[in-house]
Nanobody
Framework: QVQLVESGGGLVQPGESLRLSCAAS????????MGWYRQAPGKQRELVAT???????TYAESVKGRFTISRDNAKNTVYLQMNSLKPEDTAVYFC?????????WGQGTQVTVSS
């Protein structure tokens, strides 16, 4: 079993930056892909970015060029650097790990972008 703990959310103004972190513990040897999803009020959870153990990345079109996902395999931690934040980025951000074909989720961290 894998446990995921997110940190780094908060309230920022449009144009500012935040960095989210997600630390994995437990049976981390089974993790291949990790990523970030988000869910805004009244909307479905959507993919933001993913990164494989080989460092291949994917991004949602809405965040390309602004967000960067990275991974420190030695620390079992994945990061999401978010730049040029917009009000529409406001959501609860969830860390995800694909572990031997099964999805594991963190508890989520709130990101609010508002002036």
């Amino acid at each position: 079993q894998v446990q995921l703990v997110e940190s780094g959310g908060g309230l920022v103004q449009p144009g500012e930056s935040l960095r989210l972190s997600c630390a994995a513990s437990g049976s981390v040897f089974g993790i291949n892909r990790m990523g970030w999803y988000r869910q805004a009020p009244g909307k479905q959870r959507e993919l933001v970015a993913t990164i494989t153990s080989g460092a291949s990345t994917t991004y949602a079109e809405s965040v390309k060029g602004r967000f960067t996902i990275s991974r420190d395999n030695a620390k079992n931690t994945v990061y999401l650097q978010m730049n040029s934040l917009k009000p529409e980025d406001t959501a609860v951000y969830f860390c995800n790990a694909l572990v031997l074909g099964r999805n594991c989720w963190g508890q989520g961290t709130q990101v609010t972008v508002s002036s």
